[in-house]
T-cell receptor, first 114, second 118 residues
Framework: DADVTQTPRNRITKTGKRIMLECSQTKGHDRMYWYRQDPGLGLQLIYYSFDVKDINKGEISDGYSVSRQAQAKFSLSLESAIPNQTALYFC?????????????FGPGTRLTVL | AQTVTQSQPEMSVQEAETVTLSCTYDTSENNYYLFWYKQPPSRQMILVIRQEAYKQQNATENRFSVNFQKAAKSFSLKISDSQLGDTAMYFCAFMKGLSGGSNYKLTFGKGTLLTVNP
C-alpha cells in the first residue's frame, strides 16, 4: 500500500464550488505539505504543517486553506474554486528526525475548474 | 530568494546511451541541499538522487550520477545506459539548510522532459 495517499485522484468542478482535497500518510511523519504544479512549471508550495498545531503559508496560499486533522491527515480546501486553480496538486510528507528533510510525495490530484 | 533554472525543456536519447540534464541555481547560502526528482507519466514524484552542498564527492545512485560544481552553482544529472522506463519529466530542486531542523522549502526548476527512444 502507498505510504502517502490522496483523494480524489481526479476531480472536475465548477467555478464557485467548494472543494476539499485530502491527504493521508502512514509514514508516521510530522511534516506535511501541499504543492501545486502547473504545466511547464515546477511545484510551488501552498501550505505546510510541522505538526497538528502548526500551519504555515507557502508561496501561493491565496484562495486556499488547510486543516491538519491529525498527524496523518492534511486537507486542502478551495473555498470558491476559480478556473486558474486548475492544476495538479501534490501532498508530501517528511520526517522531523531527518536532517535532510527528504520529502515523499503522494500520487497527485488533478483538479479541473470549469 | 533562491532560483533554479533548467535550460533544456526537452531532451531525447537513444536507449542504452548516456544523457546529461542541466541545472543551475542561484543562492547566497553556503549550506543547502540539491535534489533531482523524476515524474513519469504516472505523475508520481520520485526522488532520484540528492546532494549535500558540504560534500565534495558527487552523489551516485546506480545509473544516475550528478556533477556538482558548487562554485559554478551547477548540478547536472547524468543518466547512463538509458532505459525506456527513464522517460519522464525531471525536476531539479533546491533546499536551504537551516539550523534547528527548520529546513523545509523545496524550490523547483521548471523541469526537463526526457524521452528515451528504442
Amino acid at each position: 500500500d502507498a505510504d502517502v495517499t490522496q483523494t480524489p485522484r481526479n476531480r472536475i468542478t465548477k467555478t464557485g464550488k467548494r472543494i476539499m482535497l485530502e491527504c493521508s500518510q502512514t509514514k508516521g511523519h510530522d511534516r506535511m505539505y501541499w504543492y501545486r504544479q502547473d504545466p511547464g512549471l515546477g511545484l510551488q508550495l501552498i501550505y505546510y504543517s510541522f505538526d497538528v498545531k502548526d500551519i504555515n503559508k507557502g508561496e501561493i496560499s491565496d484562495g486556499y486553506s488547510v486543516s491538519r486533522q491529525a498527524q496523518a491527515k492534511f486537507s486542502l480546501s478551495l473555498e470558491s474554486a476559480i478556473p486558474n486553480q486548475t492544476a495538479l496538486y501534490f501532498c508530501a510528507t517528511s520526517d522531523l528526525q531527518d536532517s535532510l528533510n527528504e520529502q515523499f510525495f503522494g500520487p497527485g490530484t488533478r483538479l479541473t475548474v470549469l | 530568494a533562491q532560483t533554479v533554472t533548467q535550460s533544456q525543456p526537452e531532451m531525447s536519447v537513444q536507449e542504452a546511451e548516456t544523457v546529461t540534464l542541466s541545472c543551475t541555481y542561484d543562492t547566497s547560502e553556503n549550506n543547502y541541499y540539491l535534489f533531482w526528482y523524476k515524474q513519469p507519466p504516472s505523475r508520481q514524484m520520485i526522488l532520484v538522487i540528492r546532494q549535500e552542498a558540504y560534500k565534495q564527492q558527487n552523489a551516485t545512485e546506480n545509473r544516475f550520477s550528478v556533477n556538482f560544481q558548487k562554485a559554478a552553482k551547477s548540478f547536472s544529472l547524468k543518466i547512463s545506459d538509458s532505459q525506456l522506463g527513464d522517460t519522464a519529466m525531471y525536476f531539479c530542486a533546491f533546499m536551504k539548510g537551516l539550523s534547528g531542523g527548520s529546513n523545509y522549502k523545496l524550490t523547483f526548476g521548471k523541469g526537463t522532459l526526457l524521452t528515451v527512444n528504442p
